[in-house]
């Protein structure tokens, strides 16, 4: 619980019963006046707690020394896992950037939420939240939070329903759309709606500026701002994705590695010390026991197995297969710590599976909000689970991306790569490798996860099942076409601004 100084000295307060006593008043009238005082001295009622979501675009638990990585330093988000709990079985909205961020931010999963995939619009951004959409952002604001994106939005562009400020978020600044955020070194981005150049970058390489300094400064500035109301603060950080460009090798310099391995090795570094920052500024404030965090990769590592990154690093990613774009465990299961000093157990390491759309009415629960009308979500609540206790039951998980279905239900794993192929069983207890196919000797299991794929999803013309749609194809080619025309260009928007520091 937070209390605030009710004076401008809180470090000599004055006492009123000190004060009155001196004075004429009389006796009754005084006890009435001290009773009256007591009252207003009194700790204020409990605040609702701050919610921050780091959403780590592709960090895998490869990545990271509390999963077990050796060469790549992260000391900070080692403790936060020390101090906090750290989940093996987190699973994230579906396999890539947009639809998994889409699923934290609408408490839905893949079959039912508005955006599946990564949907390209030109000029810039991607498809849309509907404006109908009931997002986390908004219950935040319904529940009197401060709300806040800072990073790689990807869930529609300024002039469309998908705009942030309107879906629920006050103060947005970074990346709108995810194709300009391949770049550390853009030439533009956006404070709120208003884009701002940053000087020194060409867009194609490293630069000058830094975007993710901009961001996390500005980023540890609002929560600073905020500190004395509940705030509600989606950190989509685009660390460690490619392309793998830093301002500073750091430690890694030295190293007998190549530019591109000491590249993302820098980065990762990179996110841990930022998310340290983070942390600090909370204790600094004296609200990291009025705040819970919690961090994410969206979708797995970004790397196949084979690729050099993954083979330097010795990335075995606990024997999971697969990776982002694909739906095996390599892919869903992210690394994933919560941090809540007093209430989220430390030194916990869980194993019980929990998906990204829980995170909507866990918030909603903490907040006491009371959720705007058409508010729906796929998730359960993990406030007991978070505090240390049983994670909910349920009877299954669901993701889709472009054609590809999986499911899990109990202890079995379906995954179907496409409509025309067949459904695959895998045993997540026995195989959590995802190795043996177990289709051929488990009929009743096919038959039984051909159901929930078909239950588990609600129709959308632009999400057909098996195939990308023809608009959707013709839009991600004229997108990518504009970006790179902006590319080669050095396009940046007419009422571009310089940089204010
Ligand atoms: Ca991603």
Same mark, same amino acid.
């Given at each position: 619980?937070?209390?605030?100084?009710?004076?401008?000295?809180?470090?000599?307060? &004055?006492?009123?019963?000190?004060?009155?006593?001196?004075?004429?008043?009389?006796?009754?009238?005084?006890?009435?006046?001290?009773?009256?005082?007591?009252?207003?001295?009194?700790?204020?009622?409990?605040?609702?707690?701050?919610?921050?979501?780091?959403?780590?675009?592709?960090?895998?638990?490869?990545?990271?020394?509390?999963?077990?990585?050796?060469?790549?330093?992260? /000391?900070?988000?080692?403790?936060?896992?020390?101090?906090?709990?750290?989940?093996?079985?987190?699973?994230?909205?579906?396999?890539?950037?947009? /639809?998994?961020?889409? *699923?934290?931010?609408?408490?839905?999963?893949?079959?039912?939420?508005?955006?599946?995939?990564? !949907?390209?619009?030109?000029?810039?951004?991607?498809?849309?939240?509907?404006?109908?959409?009931?997002?986390?952002?908004?219950?935040?604001?319904?529940?009197? %939070?401060?709300?806040?994106?800072?990073?790689?939005?990807?869930?529609?562009?300024?002039?469309?329903?998908?705009?942030?400020?309107?879906?629920?978020?006050?103060?947005? !600044?970074?990346?709108?759309?995810?194709?300009?955020?391949?770049? !550390?070194?853009?030439?533009?981005?956006?404070?709120?709606?208003?884009?701002?150049?940053?000087?020194?970058?060409?867009?194609?390489? &490293?630069?000058?500026?830094?975007?993710?300094?901009?961001?996390?400064?500005?980023?540890?500035? @609002?929560?600073?701002?905020?500190?004395?109301?509940?705030?509600?603060?989606?950190?989509?950080?685009?660390?460690?994705?490619?392309? !793998?460009?830093?301002?500073?090798?750091?430690?890694?310099?030295?190293?007998? @590695?190549?530019?591109?391995?000491?590249?993302?090795?820098?980065?990762?570094?990179?996110?841990?010390?930022?998310?340290?920052?983070?942390?600090?500024?909370?204790?600094?404030?004296?609200?990291?026991?009025?705040?819970?965090?919690?961090? *994410?990769?969206?979708?797995?590592?970004?790397?196949? /197995?084979?690729?050099?990154?993954?083979?330097?690093?010795?990335?075995?990613?606990?024997?999971?297969?697969? %990776?982002?774009?694909?739906?095996?465990?390599?892919?869903?299961?992210?690394?994933?710590?919560?941090?809540?000093?007093?209430?989220?157990?430390?030194?916990?390491?869980?194993?019980?599976?929990?998906?990204?759309?829980?995170?909507?009415?866990?918030?909603?629960?903490?907040?006491?909000?009371?959720?705007?009308?058409?508010?729906?979500?796929?998730?359960? *609540?993990?406030?007991?689970?978070?505090?240390?206790?049983?994670?909910?039951?349920?009877?299954?998980?669901? @993701?889709?991306?472009?054609?590809?279905?999986?499911?899990?239900?109990?202890?079995?794993?379906?995954?179907?790569?496409?409509?025309?192929?067949?459904?695959?069983?895998?045993?997540?207890?026995?195989?959590?490798?995802?190795?043996?196919?177990?289709?051929?000797?488990?009929?009743?299991?096919?038959?039984?996860?051909?159901?929930?794929?078909?239950?588990?999803?609600?129709?959308?013309?632009?999400?057909?099942?098996?195939?990308?749609?023809?608009?959707?194809?013709?839009?991600?080619?004229?997108? @990518?076409?504009?970006?790179?025309?902006?590319?080669?260009?050095?396009?940046?928007?007419?009422?571009?601004?310089?940089?204010?520091?």
């Amino acid at each position: 619980m937070q209390t605030f100084p009710l004076s401008s000295t809180p470090d000599r307060p &004055v006492s009123p019963l000190n004060r009155l006593s001196d004075s004429n008043v009389p006796a009754p009238l005084l006890a009435l006046i001290v009773l009256i005082g007591a009252i207003c001295l009194a700790p204020a009622a409990e605040r609702s707690p701050n919610f921050i979501f780091i959403l780590s675009d592709d960090i895998a638990q490869g990545d990271l020394g509390c999963y077990g990585q050796e060469l790549i330093q992260t /000391p900070r988000l080692d403790q936060m896992a020390a101090e906090g709990t750290r989940y093996m079985q987190a699973y994230c909205g579906t396999a890539v950037c947009a /639809p998994s961020r889409a *699923s934290f931010f609408t408490g839905l999963h893949s079959g039912h939420s508005p955006i599946r995939g990564n !949907y390209e619009l030109a000029p810039e951004g991607q498809l849309p939240l509907p404006a109908e959409t009931v997002t986390i952002a908004e219950v935040a604001k319904s529940a009197g %939070y401060a709300t806040a994106t800072f990073g790689k939005w990807g869930m529609g562009f300024f002039d469309t329903t998908g705009n942030p400020f309107k879906q629920g978020v006050d103060r947005f !600044y970074g990346y709108n759309c995810q194709r300009l955020a391949h770049s !550390y070194f853009p030439t533009y981005m956006h404070d709120d709606d208003q884009p701002f150049l940053l000087p020194g970058n060409d867009g194609q390489g &490293v630069g000058e500026t830094y975007a993710q300094e901009l961001i996390q400064n500005e980023m540890i500035r @609002w929560v600073k701002a905020n500190a004395e109301k509940p705030f509600f603060l989606f950190y989509a950080v685009t660390l460690p994705h490619g392309r !793998y460009e830093i301002d500073d090798l750091g430690i890694y310099k030295d190293k007998p @590695w190549s530019e591109k391995e000491k590249a993302f090795a820098a980065m990762v570094t990179r996110l841990d010390s930022d998310i340290g920052e983070l942390l600090d500024t909370l204790k600094e404030l004296g609200i990291a026991k009025d705040t819970l965090v919690i961090i *994410s990769g969206d979708n797995g590592a970004a790397t196949a /197995p084979e690729s050099d990154v993954s083979q330097r690093f010795k990335q075995d990613r606990n024997g999971l297969r697969g %990776y982002k774009g694909k739906l095996y465990e390599g892919a869903l299961r992210q690394a994933a710590m919560a941090w809540w000093p007093g209430t989220v157990p430390a030194g916990r390491v869980d194993a019980q599976p929990w998906a990204f759309w829980d995170l909507m009415p866990t918030f909603v629960e903490i907040s006491g909000a009371t959720p705007p009308d058409g508010y729906e979500t796929d998730g359960l *609540s993990l406030v007991d689970y978070l505090k240390g206790g049983k994670a909910p039951q349920r009877d299954s998980f669901y @993701w889709e991306l472009n054609g590809q279905q999986a499911v899990r239900f109990g202890q079995w794993k379906a995954v179907r790569n496409a409509i025309n192929k067949p459904i695959e069983i895998y045993d997540l207890e026995k195989d959590p490798g995802e190795s043996t196919d177990l289709a051929a000797t488990r009929p009743d299991l096919v038959k039984e996860a051909g159901t929930i794929l078909i239950q588990s999803r609600r129709e959308d013309p632009n999400w057909l099942l098996g195939t990308r749609t023809p608009e959707h194809e013709k839009s991600a080619r004229e997108a @990518w076409k504009v970006k790179r025309w902006r590319d080669d260009n050095q396009w940046v928007p007419e009422n571009a601004r310089p940089l204010e520091r």
